[in-house]
């Protein structure tokens, strides 16, 4: 397959965002991610059909400030788009194995990009909307969280983040989701919201995320994202914010 970074020149810092993302439709699903304030770090999420039954979606954070991350948000973005098509698109794929070569297109667009360590924990996922399952890797990200009738369960790391190691790879297992179980992710300004400003170190952190999570049982993505952010907010209300805070979610509604 054709490599994205064919120089090892450094690239110049592009002076525009990474492309909007419109999430897509998708049926029987509700999907939607939302984030709080001006965005001053690395957060990034994106989505994008892949296939009539695929959908990719992913939630990344890499290390560093806006102005200093935005050439790897777009090269990411590029691999994350290009290479999600040409993998997942065809019907008699092992998604596990598509899953863990995008990632390591992106780990090894990151280090080539940067010319050196980049970190960038990241959490892509694949949801098909035929057998409502999700293939997924979490690449050091904050654990995601999967709401269903059982409870709570947390799909934890299975890989380093991306950008540190040019031979790291990260396994991709899937879940089934039944309807009405919901999948969260927050980035980890999200997290670590409050310790900052706390003489004694309290922060909302995952806990707080699951509790509330378990408090919000709606079936539209954003209401969902906007609860956690709002509830985050209202626990470390300075001004501005440390870190970037977003929140992504799809839901099975039927």
Do not use: W
Request: net charge neutral; charged share 20%.
């Amino acid at each position: 397959m054709r490599s994205l970074f064919r120089s090892r020149v450094p690239k110049p810092i592009p002076t525009v965002e990474p492309v909007p993302t419109v999430f897509p439709k998708i049926e029987g699903a509700d999907i939607a991610a939302v984030f709080a304030g001006k965005r001053v770090a690395g957060d990034f999420y994106d989505s994008v059909r892949v296939s009539p039954e695929r959908v990719l979606f992913g939630l990344l954070d890499v290390a560093g400030r806006r102005e200093d991350t935005r050439s790897a948000l777009t090269a990411a973005q590029e691999i994350f788009r290009n290479f999600g098509k040409e993998l997942f698109s065809r019907p008699d794929i092992n998604e596990s194995d598509a899953m863990t070569e995008l990632c390591i297109r992106i780990n090894r667009g990151l280090l080539e990009l940067h010319q050196g360590v980049r970190s960038c924990p990241a959490f892509v996922a694949c949801y098909h909307e035929k057998f409502g399952t999700l293939c997924y890797t979490n690449a050091g990200h904050t654990p995601g969280l999967l709401r269903d009738s059982t409870g709570i369960a947390q799909l934890a790391s299975t890989g380093l983040p991306l950008g540190l190691f040019s031979h790291a790879t990260c396994e991709a297992p899937t879940v089934g989701l039944e309807k009405g179980a919901a999948v969260l992710l927050v980035s980890r300004g999200v997290i670590e919201c409050g310790a900052d400003n706390d003489k004694s170190g309290n922060e909302f952190g995952l806990e707080g995320v699951k509790h509330l999570f378990l408090a919000t049982p709606t079936n539209r993505a954003q209401a969902l994202c906007v609860s956690i952010l709002d509830a985050a907010g209202r626990f470390s209300p300075e001004v501005p914010l440390c870190d970037d805070r977003t929140a992504l979610a799809l839901v099975r509604t039927a």
